[in-house]
């Protein structure tokens, strides 16, 4: 029988709060799966199985927990069960709801009041309950308008504000992917892990800092910026539950499958909705992915604080001209939105023909 104890996760805290068992009692784990989430003063972490085996809990959701405290034990195929009834979750009022650190943040960035949180029914909120009730439209008192919901008009702002500070321009390149495509297969083959056109893009992008710093500067005022030592390359994903954009950090200073492995953890993140606020902070420049086959163009918005944003529409197939007549090839549009007071044309076009280089030369992922 394997002892899950709750580890030092924050110094400042001599007790935790037990929000919300991932894996159920009974449930078979394996190593690395999310088992619970515990909540500290400053966050929400998930903890993860460092064993494999049967999970029999201890400690039930909403209790109190401190550091070294036995909250649950992992059982071998066929090993008896020891005689223990779990702790109840006296430590909370029967009507009190826990409210996890990301979450808390993001009620009172939007300034949802606490009557729509009761409105969930649920006894523990996390931050994706609260993105979910802020997509919902709310009713409005005037007949025939409906409010648009927190979230929406939070994105409005940004977007606004944006449009009404940064002079943007926008180019866009199309890109042969036919050799790309087919090589994507030995690239994940290689690395043990999925790649594809986006993980490549990401890359591609973020070898490009060296060469091209002042895309991924920060306006600091008028004729002034500061460059970034690091390419922190934010990507956006969308699994239906919401949009995230993550930072891949250090992109430019990695190899190809470290970016793309941890690409992949954002992507199972986001299936969970467990976003750390550290997942989501200091981007440098972002890549936003248009994966519905019928967009073949997009025009992305510049983050405030960012010089430029980059736009990966879907693969289209196309017929072209070739020696015996036709063929049909795979293109790609990638656009690049930037801040005209930092970049101009003649740079963004570089910029956009180095990362297309990159990507119509693909046998050099192999080496």
Not at 36 to 58: H, N, Q
Not at 202 to 225: H, I
Request: some cysteine; glycine content about 8%.
């Amino acid at each position: 029988m394997i002892e899950i104890r709750v580890p030092k996760l924050n110094n400042n805290d001599t007790s935790y709060i037990l929000v919300e068992w991932l894996a159920a009692d009974g449930e078979a784990v394996a190593i690395g799966d999310p088992l619970v989430v515990v909540e500290t003063s400053k966050t929400a972490e998930e903890l993860l199985a460092e064993d494999a085996g049967i999970l029999r809990r201890v400690v039930a959701e909403g209790s109190d927990c401190e550091p070294g405290q036995l909250i649950a034990r992992l059982q071998a195929p066929g090993e008896a069960v020891p005689q223990q009834v779990s702790v109840a979750a006296g430590q909370q009022d029967a009507g009190e709801i826990v409210i996890t650190a990301p979450a808390r943040a993001l009620i009172e960035e939007l300034g949802v009041p606490a009557e729509r949180l009761r409105t969930l029914g649920k006894k523990v909120i996390r931050r994706e309950d609260v993105e979910a009730l802020t997509r919902a439209p709310e009713p409005d008192a005037r007949a025939g308008l409906v409010a648009l919901s927190k979230a929406q008009r939070l994105t409005g702002d940004v977007v606004s504000r944006s449009h009404q500070t940064i002079p943007a321009a926008f180019t866009a390149v199309k890109i042969d992917v036919t050799g790309t495509a087919k090589l994507t297969r030995d690239l994940s083959k290689h690395a043990r892990t999925l790649i594809g056109l986006s993980e490549l893009v990401v890359k591609a992008v973020a070898d490009q800092r060296a060469e091209f710093p002042l895309l991924f500067a920060t306006l600091v005022e008028p004729g002034y910026v500061r460059l970034a030592e690091g390419a922190h390359v934010g990507v956006t994903i969308d699994v239906g539950k919401g949009l995230f954009i993550p930072v891949v950090r250090d992109a430019d200073a990695r190899p190809l499958d470290s970016v793309a492995r941890e690409l992949m953890d954002y992507r199972m993140t986001a299936l969970r909705g467990s976003f750390r606020e550290r997942d989501l902070e200091g981007a440098n420049i972002a890549v936003t992915l248009h994966n519905d086959g019928a967009i073949t163009l997009a025009i992305p918005i510049v983050y405030p604080g960012h010089v430029c944003a980059l736009s990966l529409a879907a693969t289209q197939q196309e017929v072209a001209p070739a020696d015996d007549g036709f063929t049909v090839r795979q293109t790609v549009q990638l656009g690049l939105a930037f801040d005209h007071r930092v970049v101009n044309g003649r740079d963004a076009a570089l910029f956009l023909g180095a990362v297309k280089q990159m990507l119509e030369t693909p046998r050099r992922w192999l080496e």
